[in-house]
C-alpha cells in the first residue's frame, strides 16, 4: 500500500524495519551501531498474525536506540532522494505498540514525533495502519467505578478563611448565625480508575 502509493506521487518509500533488517543482515556500519544498542521488546498485535515476512517484531524500531534508527533514516534519505519533496515512512513511532509499560513510558509518542522533525523533517501527516480497530471513546462498560476509601475522622473542618485557594465559600447557619466550612466529602461522588 505505502510503496504504490509512493510510486504514484514520486514520494520515497523506507519501510524502517526492513531498512534495519538489511543493515544488519548485511553487516553495515549502521547494522554494526544498531546491534550495539538492541534491546529485543516484546510487541502486541503481532502473535495474532499467521506470518511476520517482515519480522517486525526482531526489527522494530522500538527495539534500537532513536538517535542511531534516526541517523540511518536521514542518511538513506539524502542517499536515495533526487526530487521528491515527500517521504513515507513505515515502521517509527511504534512504541505505542509495546506489551510492557515500563518500554512504553521510556519513549512516548510525543517524544518520537518530536525527534523525527528535529532530526529528518516536517511531518505533514500521520496515518495508523493496525490489524484491529482502535476505538475513539470510552465505551461505557470499559469505565470502571473506584470506590471512594476515605476515613470519616480523616476529613478535617477548617475554620473560614483557612485552607486551599479556591475553595468554597462557608454556608451560613441562620441559627447560630455562624458560618460553618463546608467540608469536602469524596464518598459523595464516583471516581473512574485511570490506567495510566
Known sequence: MCANLAIKFNMIYISVYQLIKQHIEDETCWGKALMETQRIKELK???????????????????????????????TIMEKRTNQQYVILEGVCNSVKLVNEADRNELGLMDELLQIENNIGEIRGIIGLQYSVEPETIDEKDIVIQ??????????????????????????NPEDGEKKAVVFNPLEYNWTMSRI
Open 45 to 75: 498485535g503481532l502473535k495474532n498474525l499467521s506470518r511476520d515476512d517482515s519480522q517486525e517484531e526482531t526489527y522494530t524500531a522500538a527495539n534500537y536506540k532513536q538517535s542511531v534508527v534516526l541517523d540511518m533514516i536521514k542518511a
Open 147 to 172: 470506590p471512594a476509601e476515605v476515613k470519616q475522622e480523616e476529613a478535617k473542618v477548617e475554620a473560614p478563611g483557612e485552607g486551599a485557594e479556591g475553595a468554597e465559600p462557608a454556608e451560613a
